[in-house]
């Protein structure tokens, strides 16, 4: 920013903003996985019992599965493993909202996986 008092018949301020447009901030630090070609056998593995897990749900809620969780969601959440409704946080896409309404039943897939 610079300033400048101008002084003509009429005194006034005359003042120069510069801006920088803000850079779109991404996620970097949280987890996401986008292929199956990225988990191991046994991260597929768990990833099939969380799909099964998902269409149980869905079928319980008369919901498509995909409402529940998308499959990136869940090859990430097999990929992170997590331990803890915390840790399920580190999830790319997973808000809040998904994490209260399914989250402990995640975390009890993943310990019985």
Same mark, same amino acid.
Do not use: C
């Given at each position: 920013?610079?300033?400048? /008092?101008? !002084?003509? &018949?009429?005194?006034? +301020? ?6 920088? @447009? =803000?850079? =779109? !901030?991404?996620?970097?630090? =949280?987890?996401?996985?986008? #292929? @199956?070609? $990225?988990?191991?056998? @046994? ?9 099964? +897990?998902?269409?149980?749900? #869905? =079928? &319980?809620?008369? !919901? ?19 331990? *803890? /409704?915390?840790? /399920? $946080?580190?999830? #790319?896409?997973?808000? &809040? #909202? ?6 402990? $039943?995640?975390?009890?897939? /993943?310990? *019985?996986?």
């Amino acid at each position: 920013m610079n300033s400048k /008092l101008v !002084q003509d &018949e009429i005194n006034y +301020w005359s003042v120069l903003v510069y801006y920088q @447009e =803000k850079s =779109k !901030q991404t996620n970097s630090n =949280k987890v996401s996985v986008s #292929s @199956e070609e $990225e988990l191991s056998e @046994e991260e597929k593995i768990i990833y099939n019992k969380l799909k099964d +897990w998902r269409f149980e749900k #869905s =079928k &319980e809620l008369d !919901q498509p599965p995909y409402i529940i969780f998308h499959n990136t969601h869940l090859m990430s959440i097999a990929k992170f493993k997590p331990y *803890n /409704l915390r840790d /399920l $946080e580190q999830i #790319s896409g997973l808000g &809040e #909202s998904k994490i209260k309404r399914y989250g402990t $039943e995640i975390i009890e897939v /993943l310990a *019985n996986a």
